[in-house]
């Protein structure tokens, strides 16, 4: 009986094909809005995870002065970090994987007759361990080399690139700033960040060597603190405030005049914003499935109509009104189940396409597909009930009169 019901629903589809396909294009356009939305959606979600990881995972980062406040003036003074709260971090601090001081200054790095604006980064040798940075070729810097303010480095992908092209930088020298420096190591690529900072145009030296001869000063101007597996951020934040206050003298009565980032929250509210983003467009673009189901039930309207005599002809041989019912309820849960289909292809393509423009990860979700799927055949169901209805209920006598 269904599968008879389901044949006559193809053969009227078939009678009028264009009407069909004009019908069938609202909830098309309404299902490949909303998987290509949520795709992308959720693609950008999955990028901004990515970019905040490639700055280290389970992160916190201390910088000096005081946590930004919303409507509050800047410190003009402020207390910068220094070695003895790097060192205290890594005496007191329990259930840290890595703690490295760092500070940063962009500077003119030379090779033969090319030169380029680098971020020159002076670190302590456990920096590579906080951030998850990887060697690609060579060796990191020693404790030793550390100490002593060696005039050796490591480079990132891009300085590579444009100094040695896609040779072996090993063992050349490059000047930083006024400085030779060695070039021990190659850097792993990072890629940019997501607000479009190139991380891997980057030099990384001993911090003691950048602090004499690149930055003429002591201070720190970062802290990176790892922390082990199966510690929690939030937990040792707690405990890298109570070393830093004790350490920097701040009265109890007194806000710290340090701040500190978790890594991880960030992440979890970039995410969030993306999420909440995602969903007000997932449902913008669900009201044009709503537009699809009227246009349904505005052809099955007038699908009845022209078909009111067949209607009359067979309620006269023995058809219930159920059989009217069913059959142009599955005609119409045919119809949007063929543009659902029909969506899914277009939407997946159309997020595919987006997906490599914006060069963000394609994320098809399973569960979206046959949500898609579901609700376009609820859409039919549900605005093909009254034309199927209003078929059913109409009188055999009156439906055989009718021209």
Not at 76 to 87: A, F, S
Not at 106 to 112: D, L, S
Not at 249 to 266: E, G, S, Y
Not at 341 to 366: D, H, M, N, Q, R
Request: charged share 20%; with cysteine.
């Amino acid at each position: 009986m269904l599968w008879e019901t389901i044949r006559l629903a193809m053969l009227s589809i078939r009678r009028n094909v264009m009407r069909s396909i004009l019908t069938l294009l609202g909830i098309v356009i309404g299902v490949a809005a909303v998987i290509a939305m949520i795709t992308i959606g959720s693609g950008t979600t999955e990028k901004v995870k990515s970019d905040i990881a490639k700055l280290g995972s389970n992160l916190l980062i201390v910088n000096a002065g005081r946590p930004p406040v919303p409507g509050s003036r800047p410190d003009r003074v402020i207390r910068e970090l220094g070695d003895k709260e790097v060192e205290a971090l890594r005496t007191h601090l329990e259930g840290a994987r890595a703690v490295a001081g760092a500070a940063q200054k962009q500077v003119r790095v030379v090779y033969g007759n090319e030169s380029l604006t680098v971020g020159v980064t002076g670190a302590d040798p456990d920096f590579l361990v906080a951030r998850d940075w990887q060697i690609a070729s060579g060796r990191p810097f020693t404790d030793q080399e550390a100490r002593g303010g060696a005039g050796v480095c490591l480079i990132g992908e891009t300085v590579r690139q444009q100094f040695f092209g896609a040779g072996d930088p090993g063992d050349a020298t490059i000047r930083v700033n006024k400085m030779s420096c060695k070039v021990i190591g190659l850097l792993e690529p990072k890629g940019t960040t997501g607000f479009g900072q190139d991380q891997d145009n980057v030099v990384i030296m001993p911090i003691t060597a950048f602090q004499r001869r690149i930055a003429g000063n002591r201070d720190v101007d970062s802290i990176y603190i790892s922390a082990e597996e199966n510690v929690s951020t939030s937990d040792l934040q707690d405990s890298v405030e109570g070393i830093l206050r004790d350490v920097r003298r701040v009265p109890a009565d007194k806000d710290n005049d340090f701040n500190i980032r978790d890594m991880t929250q960030v992440a979890e509210t970039m995410a969030s914003a993306t999420t909440v983003m995602t969903g007000m467009l997932g449902a913008v673009a669900g009201v044009s499935l709503l537009v699809g189901g009227i246009g349904i039930m505005n052809i099955m309207l007038v699908s009845v109509t022209e078909r009111t005599r067949e209607i009359g002809i067979r309620l006269a041989i023995g058809a219930h009104e159920r059989h009217i019912l069913v059959q142009f309820l599955v005609e119409a849960t045919v119809l949007s189940l063929f543009g659902g289909l029909l969506g899914i292809a277009l939407g997946l393509g159309l997020a595919y396409a987006a997906s490599w423009v914006l060069s963000v990860p394609f994320v098809p979700s399973a569960a979206v597909v046959l949500l898609a799927v579901g609700f376009s055949a609820l859409i039919g169901m549900i605005f093909g009930f009254f034309p199927a209805l209003r078929g059913a209920r109409l009188d055999p006598i009156d439906a055989l009169r009718h021209e």
